[in-house]
């Protein structure tokens, strides 16, 4: 079982909808979840940061972590074309590796005006 | 907005030589990072530095790579002889403490091994 898992879609939406993307994980001890966005062949951009469980919301985006099913969401609401990106989850914390972030593949998402 | 900078964006070199690439973190972060995403994958750890030292490395971060602050602002990845699959995008992170709070990142260094 990969440690985040990701669909990659790619996920087409109208201009306005609501967009929720998310990721699944396996290794119970991530304690901080992120969301990146990452333009085509540019650098990841932080997002949402949130530490254990519970709803984070900035904005048009919320996140949500539930460490009981292992299942992270981000949720955008109005969404518009310059939301057209890709989105990564990413995760870290636990053990001996609280330094790396564990990415997952990243979601394609497309909203047309 | 303070951000992390990279240089160069585009580096091409052949197989078997040597390059360094350089990153300037954010300037109140103590935690820095080396990334890579080869084309079509996952963004993929390699390693963190903190205190003149490495904190942990991936499995990825063998003896052909190195890090280095040669200063009080630049950090640098040298791969010393590449290959052909080193090919990808480097990506440079900081973090005021450590990888449990916010990683952020610069907009990269595109490897190409000929």
């Known amino acids: 079982q990969k440690e985040v898992e990701q669909d990659p879609g790619p996920l087409s939406v109208p201009e306005g909808a609501i967009v929720s993307l998310n990721c699944t994980y396996s290794?119970?001890?991530?304690?901080?979840f992120m969301w990146y966005r990452q333009y085509s062949r540019k650098g990841p951009e932080l997002l949402m940061y949130?530490?254990?469980?519970g709803n984070k919301e900035d904005g048009r985006f919320t996140a949500q972590v539930d460490k009981s099913s292992k299942y992270i969401s981000l949720f955008i609401r109005d969404s518009q074309p310059s939301d057209s990106a890709t989105y990564l989850c990413?995760?870290?914390?636990?053990?001996?590796?609280?330094?790396?972030?564990?990415f997952g593949k990243g979601t394609l998402l497309t909203v047309n005006p | 907005e303070p951000e992390v900078t990279q240089t160069p964006s585009h580096q091409v070199t052949q197989m078997g030589q040597e390059v360094i690439l350089r990153c300037v973190p954010i300037s109140n972060h103590l935690y820095f990072y080396w990334y890579r995403q080869i084309l079509g994958q996952k963004v993929e750890f390699l390693v963190s530095?903190?205190?003149?030292?490495?904190?942990?490395k991936s499995e990825i971060f063998d003896d052909q790579f190195s890090v280095e602050r040669p200063d009080g602002s630049n950090f640098t990845l040298k791969i010393r002889s590449t290959k052909l699959e080193d090919s990808a995008m480097y990506f440079c992170?900081?973090?005021?403490?450590?990888?449990?709070?916010?990683?952020?990142f610069g907009p990269g260094t595109r490897l190409t091994v000929l």
């Open positions: 992170a900081s973090s005021v403490d450590s990888g449990s709070t916010e990683q952020f």
């Open positions: 290794n119970s001890a991530f304690q901080y």
């Open positions: 530095f903190y205190n003149n030292e490495i904190s942990e």
């Open positions: 990413a995760m870290s914390g636990g053990g001996g590796s609280n330094y790396k972030l564990t």
């Open positions: 949130t530490y254990s469980s």
